[in-house]
C-alpha cells in the first residue's frame, strides 16, 4: 500500500484535521495579551514608582507620571481580568491564566501608586 493510499484513508484525514495539542511551553494568543497585559502593568508601576520616589520636573514624575501610571494599570487590570475571566483552564493549560494573574495585581499596584502621586502632586503643587 502506498503512502497515497494512506492518506486517502478516512483515520488519516481525520487524524490530520485535528488541530495541534496546546504545548506547556507553546505562546497561544491568550498567553501573548497576558504578557503584554502584564508588561504594560509593570510598566504602570515603575512610573507610579518613579512618581511617588522623584520631585516634579524629571521623566515620570509629577502630574503626568501619576495620570501614566494609573491609565497603565487600569488596562493592565481589565486586561488582565478578562484573560483570568475567560480562562477554561489552570497554569499550563495555555490561556495565559498566569500572566493574566500577574496583570491584575500589577494594574491594581499601579493604579494605587498612580493614585498617591496624583493626590501627592496636588498637595504640592
Known sequence: ?????????????????????????????????????????????????????????RFGTGRRGAIVALVTGLIGAVIGGVVVGAAEGGPGAGYGIVGGYAALVLGLIAMV????????SRRTG
Open 1 to 57: 500500500m502506498s503512502v497515497r493510499h494512506l492518506l486517502a484513508t478516512p483515520a488519516a484525514a481525520y487524524i490530520l484535521a485535528q488541530p495541534d495539542p496546546v504545548t506547556v511551553y507553546g505562546l497561544t494568543p491568550a498567553r501573548l495579551w497576558a504578557s503584554l497585559a502584564a508588561l504594560l502593568a509593570l510598566a504602570g508601576v515603575v512610573i507610579g514608582g518613579l512618581a511617588m520616589a522623584r520631585s516634579a520636573g
Open 113 to 120: 501608586l498612580g493614585g498617591l502621586a496624583q493626590v501627592r
